[in-house]
């Protein structure tokens, strides 16, 4: 079935520093890319959503130049969070969609759990 | 008033109960509908897809009301390895094909 690698599935940084987490479709090309957040006790929030070759859009409340998107590929889409802060530890998780697959045809990642000290 | 809502937990049963949740979203343009577990710390897990007609995957029915915009999920006969999070998620018509989550309500099948 569809794979989708996301790495690393953990880090810890200092606060201040960027960290970029990756998600590669490994069977089918992901036309688009959901970033999702997910903060202790709480669902999945939905950041952003990313098409190949465009700008990412971004939910109400997220903000663009601190999450950075970038969906350059079919198969790669990575969101960097750029000087992260404590309050940005949470469980990142991004979910693919190809253009052959139907409404059910989502693929998520295993998450990045990322700890800001 | 959140899009999806779901029945606080936890829910505490015993092995061989029946549990059910309840889901209620709030958009009516919403056009398509699932049930998602998420384990500690893991990713969710397409559990099933929900239908007006309902349907039945082994222990597990669902059911949509489209008309009271309001979605169900029964567990028969629970196991030890039915406690998770279950998440009760829509897709809305027209917004891209994103997902929207509920809060999840946590499953705990005790023996």
């Known amino acids: 079935g569809a794979v989708v690698s996301q790495h690393p599935s953990w880090v810890i940084c200092k606060s201040g520093t960027s960290v970029k987490i990756e998600c590669r479709s490994l069977?089918?090309?992901?036309?688009?890319m959901f970033w999702y957040r997910q903060f202790p006790k709480q669902s999945l929030m939905l950041m952003a959503t990313?098409?190949?070759?465009?700008?990412?859009?971004?939910e109400q409340g997220v903000e663009k130049d601190k999450f950075l998107i970038n969906h350059a590929s079919l198969t790669l889409s990575t969101l960097t969070v750029t000087s992260a802060h404590p309050e940005d530890s949470s469980f990142y998780i991004c979910?693919?969609?190809?253009?052959?697959?139907?409404?059910?045809?989502?693929?998520f990642g295993s998450g990045t759990r990322l700890t800001v000290v | 008033r959140k899009e999806v809502e779901q029945d606080p937990g936890p829910f505490n049963v015993p092995e061989g109960a029946t549990v059910a949740f309840n889901c209620t979203y709030s958009?009516?343009?919403?056009?398509?509908f699932f049930w998602y577990r998420q384990d500690c710390r893991k990713e969710p897990k397409l559990l099933m897809s929900v239908y007006s007609s309902g349907n039945e995957d082994g222990r597990f029915t669902a059911q949509l009301n489209r008309a009271s915009q309001y979605i169900s999920l029964l567990i028969r006969d629970s196991k030890l390895s039915d406690s998770a999070t279950y998440l009760c998620?829509?897709?809305?018509?027209?917004?891209?094909?994103?997902?929207?989550f509920g809060q999840g309500t946590e499953l705990s099948v005790k023996p």
């Open positions: 990313s098409n190949e070759g465009s700008k990412a859009t971004y």
């Open positions: 069977d089918f090309q992901a036309t688009t």
């Open positions: 979910s693919a969609r190809g253009s052959d697959r139907g409404l059910g045809g989502y693929t």
């Open positions: 958009n009516s343009a919403s056009q398509s």
């Open positions: 998620v829509v897709n809305i018509y027209n917004q891209g094909g994103k997902l929207i």
